[in-house]
């Protein structure tokens, strides 16, 4: 009786499977096709990728579906599809990299591995397996050992593994066969009509360029510490449960930034490879890249502490805070303009060396009404020193971030240079300057040498004064004050 009932729950459960068998396919079809579309959407150029490669094995595959190629070729051809299904790369400098490398070191290996076959040839049919084995066994070693000396293996690892494949190849097949030459020109002809055909279709159609993905990359990691800097102002100094929702995505922004290095080293490595394109030229700095963000990194690291502070439910005293919220703020804030400043400096590909230089000087102003505030707060007793110790490690942090930034500002006007960016005159520069400070206006007149009037024409000096600040007043026309700067010229 115990059996027929666990045999009809069984039956029971599977019939109930059965019925959702067809919902549970078709939720399963909708999800994997929202995926999809959302991968695509996410990057249309993936897309397009596809398209690419596809179009380049349409292409190479003329080699075997035209008679006079495939006369000429033979199924060799089939190299030929092999060299594009993994020589084509998403970016032009992934594209170029595989494809030199596989071009030039096949027709060394090719060369090598003919000339080890005749060279063993020589040494009669009884030491031609000996001689053959010593140079594939040498080469090979060598090879696989020079690919871990670091700049081998950073840009040439892929060229050094098409060697031994090619060398072994040829040197062992040309032992069996007498035709090693004509085997070694069809493979070699096939590989670079291959690997031609994926440069062409890289560069010409819808290129993507593995550099002008790093600027772009590099130049968002710096507004993500402008946007983080934000909110960290408004979280920190603000109790209100509700702008701190509101501002804590801001703040974790920088977190991206930390898992970032193994990306940009590759993009830069294949950027290397790019011809000149668009605004970069063709021997454009892309290493100061990596510089550049190696401090953003740095600073990212510096907010990562900073985010303890704003987490923790240890806190300074409120009073404490009030004294130096104000310093505090106008820190960020103008680190923060300074970040965006140079943000907008490396995707414009413009200086904006007077903008950034303001802020980082403004800030570092606060930074010493910070000390000074300090210095005037400091309690006299060593329990209101421990309480107050939260706040001042979160100061020290945030002084640490300035200084980041203005290394960061170094590192790119460095790297502005190199690039040679445009000049670019910024009228937005900070509420303490204002647009008279970048225009000097002034007057010149003759020095008089004597009492008449012909000498007060014909004297060869004269005074030019130069307003450094505001334009003077009428009265101040008549008396030189301080604010003018006077020189003779003759």
């Not at 400070?437 to 010149?444: A, D, M, S």
Request: glycine share 6%; proline share 4%.
């Amino acid at each position: 009786m115990e059996m027929d009932l666990n045999a009809q729950v069984k039956k029971a459960g599977f019939l109930q499977r059965l019925k959702d068998f067809p919902s549970q396919l078709k939720d399963g079809v909708i999800k994997r096709i929202k995926n999809v579309h959302k991968l695509g959407k996410d990057d249309p150029r993936r897309i397009i990728h596809s398209i690419k490669v596809g179009l380049s094995l349409t292409l190479v595959s003329m080699l075997y579906y035209v008679r006079p190629l495939y006369n000429s070729f033979g199924v060799s051809g089939m190299w030929a599809i092999l060299t594009v299904v993994v020589v084509s790369e998403f970016t032009v400098g992934g594209t170029l990299s595989k494809a030199l490398n596989r071009g030039f070191a096949t027709l060394v290996a090719g060369a090598l591995g003919v000339g080890a076959v005749h060279v063993a040839r020589l040494c009669g049919h009884k030491g031609e397996p000996i001689v053959l084995g010593i140079l594939v066994f040498s080469l090979g070693a060598a090879a696989t050992f020079s690919r871990f000396f670091p700049r081998i293996k950073q840009r040439y690892d892929y060229g050094a593994l098409i060697f031994i494949l090619t060398f072994s190849m040829v040197a062992v097949s040309g032992y069996r066969t007498d035709e090693i030459l004509v085997i070694a020109y069809q493979r070699l002809s096939t590989i670079l009509i291959g690997g031609t055909i994926c440069i062409l279709v890289s560069i010409f159609v819808f290129p993507v360029w593995a550099g002008e993905d790093l600027h772009k990359m590099v130049a968002n990691n710096v507004t993500k510490l402008a946007n983080s800097l934000e909110g960290f102002e408004n979280e920190y100094f603000t109790s209100s449960e509700k702008t701190s929702k509101e501002t804590n995505s801001c703040v974790r922004e920088y977190k991206s930034i930390l898992s970032s290095k193994s990306t940009e080293d590759t993009l830069a490595n294949l950027a290397r490879w790019e011809p000149g394109h668009g605004r970069f030229r063709l021997r454009h700095p892309w290493t100061k890249y990596l510089k550049i963000a190696g401090l953003v990194r740095q600073c990212a690291i510096h907010f990562e502490i900073l985010n303890g502070y704003v987490l923790s439910d240890t806190k300074a005293p409120q009073d404490f805070i009030s004294k130096i919220q104000e310093p505090c703020s106008i820190m960020s804030r103008e680190a923060g303009e300074a970040l965006k400043a140079i943000a907008k400096s490396i995707k414009t590909m413009s200086r904006y060396n007077v903008c950034v230089s303001t802020h980082i000087k403004n800030s570092k102003n606060a930074i010493e009404n910070l000390r000074l505030a300090l210095k005037l707060s400091f309690p006299d007793t060593q329990k209101d020193l421990l309480e107050i110790i939260p706040g001042v490690t979160m100061v020290s942090t945030l002084i640490d971030i300035v200084n980041n930034v203005e290394k960061i500002s170094e590192a790119v006007e460095e790297f502005s240079v190199l690039a040679h960016f445009k000049e670019t005159l910024d009228p937005k520069l900070s509420p303490e300057l204002g647009q008279h400070q970048l225009l000097h206006k002034g007057t010149v007149k003759p020095v008089l040498e004597g009492d008449n009037e012909e000498e007060y024409n014909n004297s060869p000096h004269v005074v030019i004064a130069v307003h450094d600040e505001q334009p003077p007043t009428v009265s101040e026309n008549k008396v030189m004050g301080a604010d003018k700067t006077t020189a003779d010229v003759v």
